[in-house]
Nanobody, 122 residues
Framework: QVQLEESGGGSVQAGGSLRLSCAVSGYNRLCYYDMMWYRQARGKEREFVSGTESDGSTKYADSVKGRFTISQDNAKNTVYLQMNNLQPEDTAMYYC???????????????WGQGTQVTVSS
């Protein structure tokens, strides 16, 4: 069973930086996984922030391009989200998501972390 543990959230002033971490356990080495970060601000729907696929390609929401960077440390089974030049509109609960792809050895599946709060003050 895949399990996710997020950390790194906190409170910063506008222009500051934070690095979120998502430690993943329960990997099956025969499977391919896509790693993603989402966020949900109070009163709003959860939205995609950034993702990395098993081939190493990355994607970003337009609102965070040039400020956020997603990366992976395969040795530590951890995915990171480096967030620079944070703005009040980045305030949200940030969630890590892992999507396992279907192949001959693996069923598809999606797993979410518990979330970590990021608060940016002006």
């Amino acid at each position: 069973q895949v399990q996710l543990e997020e950390s790194g959230g906190g409170s910063v002033q506008a222009g500051g930086s934070l690095r979120l971490s998502c430690a993943v356990s329960g990997y099956n080495r025969l499977c391919y996984y896509d790693m993603m970060w989402y966020r949900q601000a109070r009163g709003k729907e959860r939205e995609f922030v950034s993702g990395t696929e098993s081939d190493g390609s990355t994607k970003y929401a337009d609102s965070v391009k040039g400020r956020f960077t997603i990366s992976q440390d395969n040795a530590k089974n951890t995915v990171y989200l480096q967030m620079n030049n944070l703005q009040p509109e980045d305030t949200a609960m940030y969630y890590c998501k892992v999507a396992r792809r279907y192949n001959w050895a693996c069923s598809s599946g999606s797993y979410w972390g518990q979330g970590t709060q990021v608060t940016v003050s002006s």
